[in-house]
């Protein structure tokens, strides 16, 4: 399969985008990172990657697109842009910032206990939870939650497919 052109150059672009979004909220610190608005950010700019390989690729093959075709350019770009991002990721946790995992987790276990979440865990329970919560923050575990993120990337990308397509009248 040959990805196309446009996808490579807005998803790198979206993914360029979205790693200095990432590097500006890990100088301001974790909280900054886990706040909802990086992660809204984040999602703008993969679905703007998305949308405009799609539309350079229709521009380019003549103002029409078939659904598969614009799947798989936005498919493509969103992949892209994400694997940019993971690869940021491990760099940080694993050669910037050993302690990087530790801290999420502490941050994420205080703002699980400020919103009374944690409470809703039962005691015998809470080990496993933050064990799994521990080991998705490991490079092995964000490479899976790469991974199964591409599904939900997959969904955008058919909701993205169909809004953009265009046929050729002439070909009927």
Not at 18 to 24: G, R
Not at 96 to 104: A, C, F, G, M, Y
Not at 110 to 138: F, H, N, R, Y
């Amino acid at each position: 399969m040959k990805i196309p052109l446009f996808a490579w150059q807005h998803g790198a672009a979206a993914g360029a985008m979205m790693i200095l979004l990432k590097l500006a909220s890990y100088i301001m610190g974790v909280e900054m990172m886990l706040n909802q608005w990086v992660s809204f950010a984040s999602f703008a700019l993969v679905l703007a990657g998305m949308l405009m390989a799609v539309t350079a690729t229709r521009k380019t093959e003549g103002g029409f697109i078939s659904f598969g075709r614009a799947f798989l350019v936005a498919f493509s770009a969103a992949a892209i842009s994400t694997l940019l991002v993971l690869l940021l990721d491990l760099v940080l946790g694993t050669l910037v910032d050993p302690q990087l995992n530790e801290k999420i987790l502490r941050v994420t276990k205080q703002s699980w206990e400020d919103s009374g979440m944690l409470s809703l865990i039962p005691k015998a329970e809470l080990e496993g939870v933050l064990a799994q919560l521990k080991w998705t923050l490991q490079p092995m575990g964000q490479s899976v939650s790469w991974l199964l993120g591409l599904v939900f990337w997959s969904i955008v990308a058919l909701i993205v497919g169909a809004i953009m397509k265009r046929i050729d009248p002439q070909q009927f």
